[in-house]
């Protein structure tokens, strides 16, 4: 389980490591935006392509879509997203910062606003009175900065799948039930922002939406829940002693059922540490009917076969990529001592993992460098992303690559001059391997499916 200053410990091996930096931190930061280094731009772009994997490559009813971050006004007027996509917000009177009503209750654990403490000055009770304020950032289309070109950028990306469901229904000769898929951007004007990426003002959704005849929907939502749950744990190797599903009660405007699959992330995030990292719902006909009243289009379903028509219900499985990736960090990361030492190990799921492997030379003279620096060219030809080091102790370069969550390592010493043979050490084990050079790439592409 996470300890509280787990966030806090993250946040520095990212930095030093290369997983997330803050964002314009020369000019002091930017509030809650963050950007991935080297290691988690691909730690990110492997969850995201398993999540592809998943949905898309893997199945012959989703389809894939990338529809574009700014949209037609009138979407976010039919979404409901310009009058319901509001947080009520309060002020500390004494130091001026906001907060969101809900997290400030959740996260000082009082019952009501008159007896909460400001998370920032420690006053207590001094709240303005709740204002609502619309998440959506704005901005103008064309030269004009008039309020006739005012367009937004997209809060979720699921309206991109529903102006588009006729599109790729008829266009892939899609049936119901059927799936679309999408990754992308989404914006929100945070008001409590925080906790490392957990919740940020610019971010990245992987969003299915799968169409289903009215009728079969309830069904449809318990296989996606089941599936998404085991995706979690089985893809992407969260524990399922920190995964839960919580069912909501009060029901969004266009849900019918709804419920989170949370990870225990511990410290101040969600609910006693426990936060969301993907939402799963029944939304009905609710979207489609509402595209159909204000685009004036039909978006009807044609069965030809069963000579019927229908606005489709959807169930929608919508993950954070951020929270996602936050989550495997969180779920790897590990201190332990070793030898009177703590060793920091990111046991990151070999599949997932930004690295590969670490190829090291035991020392820099006798060929060894050569040998090395061969093993490493032919498993970077081969699409194993692999990490050349000599520098330093031996010790010392399997620590960082533990603490990169680089799952094996190879070293080059005087056995393979003679003899061909290299060890491999695991990291999470540190047991070491002698193995014959010839068998690297067999012995590692097993063990990174
Ligand atoms: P929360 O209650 O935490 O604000 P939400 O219920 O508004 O989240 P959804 O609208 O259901 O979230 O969005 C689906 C997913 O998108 C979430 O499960 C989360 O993984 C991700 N997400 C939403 N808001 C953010 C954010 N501000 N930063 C990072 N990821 C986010």
Known sequence: MADNDLMEKLVSLSKRRGYVFQSSEIYGGTGSVWDYGPLGVELKRNVKDAWWRAMVHERDDIEGLDAAILMHPKVWEASGHIAEFTDPLVECRNCHRRFRVDTLLSETGAKELETAQCPSCGKRGEWTEPR????????????????????????????????????????ARQRVPFGIAQIGKAFRNEITPGNFTFRTREFEQMEMQFFVKPGTDEAA????????????????????????????????????????????????????????????????????????????????????????????????????????????????????????????????????????????????????????????????????????????????????????????????DGETMEQGTVTIRDRDSMEQTRLSQDEIVNWLTERLR
């Open 132 to 171: 609502n304020f619309n998440l959506m950032f704005k901005t103008f289309m064309g030269p004009a900065e008039d309020s006739a070109n005012v367009v937004y950028l997209r809060p979720e990306t699921a309206q991109g799948i529903y102006v588009n469901f006729l599109n790729v229904q008829q266009s």
């Open 221 to 412: 939502f318990e296989e996606w829940r089941e599936r998404r749950m085991k995706w979690h744990t089985e893809v992407m190797g969260l524990s399922p002693d920190r995964l839960r599903y919580h069912p909501h009660e009060k029901l969004a405007h266009y849900a019918s059922a709804a419920g989170d699959v949370e990870f225990f992330f511990g410290g101040t995030i969600g609910d006693e540490g426990w936060g969301e990292i993907e939402g799963i719902h029944n939304r009905t006909d609710f979207d489609l009917k509402r595209h159909q009243e204000f685009s004036g289009k039909k978006l009807l379903y044609v069965d030809a076969q069963n000579n019927e028509r229908y606005i489709p219900y959807i169930i929608e499985t919508s993950v954070g990529a951020d929270r996602v990736t936050l989550a495997v960090l969180a779920n790897a990361y590990r201190e332990e001592a070793v030898e009177g030492e703590t060793r920091v190990v990111l046991s990151i799921k070999p599949s997932l993992a930004p690295l590969k492997c670490g190829v090291f030379p035991l020392v820099k003279k006798d060929g060894m460098p050569e040998r090395a620096t061969a093993i490493h060219e032919d498993l970077r030809r081969r699409g194993i992303p692999s990490f050349y080091d000599e520098a330093g102790a031996i010790g010392r370069r399997y620590r960082r690559q533990d603490e990169a969550g680089t799952p094996f390592c190879i070293t080059v």
